[in-house]
């Protein structure tokens, strides 16, 4: 009889951990999502692997692979990120950048891998209510007068934003954002979390 129970007990947790998992997995089949180049969002799962390449499943599908020419953006839930497909300046084929601000003036990041040093590369794209990326700054760029620029001449139809930008001598990452998302949203904001070598 203790066997019989034991074995119901075991059986019985195994079924439970089954369908927890099964949730969990339909739970981040919801959190996900791809947008075609015709506006279509297709919910599904979004695996960035360490090694190979990132992929998107649909509830009706098999894995396939994330490629800019074939999806407009996407987001991933668990990270809170969303990647567009974009041209950069003086590039033909689009690449996916993570957005960091989204409204009239998008911010754009490009991050690359210096496995070498463990460090990463960072360069910075600002465009304006869709338009071409420039190149705002990078981490290992020292900003020119042309960069401050080109920030300056897309923040000139908000004269608030305009003012304190132009009396304000910083060009950090953080003053750059929290400029973009004061435009977009009303809202002063610092802290980003950025730890970048400028």
């Not at 919801?30 to 015709?38: F, L, M, N």
Request: hydrophobic residues 35%; glycine residues 6%.
């Amino acid at each position: 009889m203790r066997s019989v129970s034991k074995k119901l007990f075991i059986a019985s947790l195994a079924l439970l951990l089954t369908n927890f998992a099964e949730a969990q997995k339909t739970k981040k089949r919801i959190s996900d999502y791809v947008i075609t180049p015709k506006g279509d969002t297709m919910i599904c799962v979004i695996t960035i692997p360490m090694f190979g390449k990132d992929t998107y499943t649909t509830m009706v599908d098999t894995p396939r692979v994330l490629k800019p020419d074939e999806i407009k953006e996407y987001y991933i839930h668990s990270k809170n990120e969303l990647y567009r497909s974009v041209f950069r300046p003086g590039e033909t084929k689009p690449v996916f950048l993570k957005v960091l601000e989204t409204g009239k003036i998008d911010l754009y990041e490009d991050l690359t891998a210096n496995t070498a040093k463990d460090t990463y590369n960072a360069i910075w794209y600002i465009t304006k209510e869709p338009g071409k990326l420039i190149e705002l700054r990078g981490n290992k760029l020292s900003p020119g007068k042309g960069q401050k620029n080109d920030l300056e001449k897309m923040l000139m139809d908000n004269n608030d934003v305009y003012d304190a930008y132009l009396h304000d001598t910083k060009f950090t990452f953080d003053e750059v954002r929290s400029y973009i998302h004061l435009y977009n949203t009303g809202i002063w904001q610092q802290g980003w979390g950025k730890t970048y070598e400028h």
